[in-house]
């Protein structure tokens, strides 16, 4: 049984117009969340993270929102640039886990010029 | 600063064979875990080494072993190799207390290691 969703393979947005990037949970024990990019022959590179007294965090163009009642993220990027183009994991982990954090399957994001 | 490296990247290896494959941590952290991706899949967790100990382990077998040096660097090591062990072996480091720091930065990935099994 997944406990982190992402029900969207892939995406495709126009340059310049906002990405968003869902992810859905089932373990209300999760705590905190991270959202990595994975380009094609290289390790998932950590983008933003949010813990769950937060429903917001922001980092330059790159947005994460938190919906603890509906165990619900995302991730907004705002203006998509075509070097986004990316597969996108969500993970969570909680403070019972420790350090080990439960992966989506990932979303492909291609930003097209 | 040097990030994580992974070697071999691509490995093929027979059914029923052993295989280690190695990781170099990120300079000043202390923490490696280990993760499966296979094709299609999210990053599954196997485990986590802290001062060359186990400190956790996802859903798989036994036949899955690790090993961490004084250095932080770390093996992991799959015995009895099945056609499913085919997938993508990722090594991330981490500081112990990566969820404590507040800085959120999670894990550096290395590239992996790339397992076939045939």
Redesign the interface.
């Known amino acids: 049984d997944q406990q ?1 969703k ?1 029900n969207s393979p892939s995406l495709s947005v126009q340059e310049g117009r906002i990405s968003i990037l869902n992810c859905d949970y089932t373990n209300s024990m999760f705590d ?1 969340f ?1 959202w ?1 990019k994975k380009y094609p ?6 983008l933003i ?3 769950s007294i937060k429903d917001k965090n922001e980092d330059g163009r790159f947005t994460v929102f938190l919906n603890k009642s509906a165990k619900h993220l995302s991730l907004h990027i705002v203006p998509s640039q075509p070097g986004d183009s990316a597969v996108y ?1 969500c ?1 969570a ?1 909680s ?1 019972v ?10 979303t492909r994001l291609s930003v097209l010029p | 600063e040097t990030g994580v490296t992974q070697s071999p990247t691509h490995l093929i290896k027979t059914r029923g064979q052993q295989v280690t494959l190695r990781c170099s941590s990120q300079s000043g952290h202390n923490t490696v875990s280990w993760y499966q991706q296979a094709l299609g899949q999210g990053p599954q967790f196997i485990f986590q080494y802290y001062r060359e100990e186990e400190n956790g382990r996802g859903n798989f077998p036994p036949r899955f072993s690790g090993l961490q040096f004084p250095n932080y660097s770390s093996e992991l090591n799959v015995n009895a190799l099945e056609l499913d062990d085919s997938a993508l072996y990722l090594c991330a480091s981490s500081p112990f207390d990566v969820l404590g720091t507040g800085g959120g930065y999670g894990y550096t990935f290395g590239s992996g290691t790339r397992l076939t099994v045939v």
Do not use: D, R
């Not at chain 1, 350090?99 to 990932?106: I, S």
């Open positions: 982190v992402q905190y991270l990595y022959a290289e390790g998932p590179t950590f993270s949010i813990s994991f993970a982990s403070a886990s420790g350090q080990n954090f439960v992966f989506g399957p990932g």
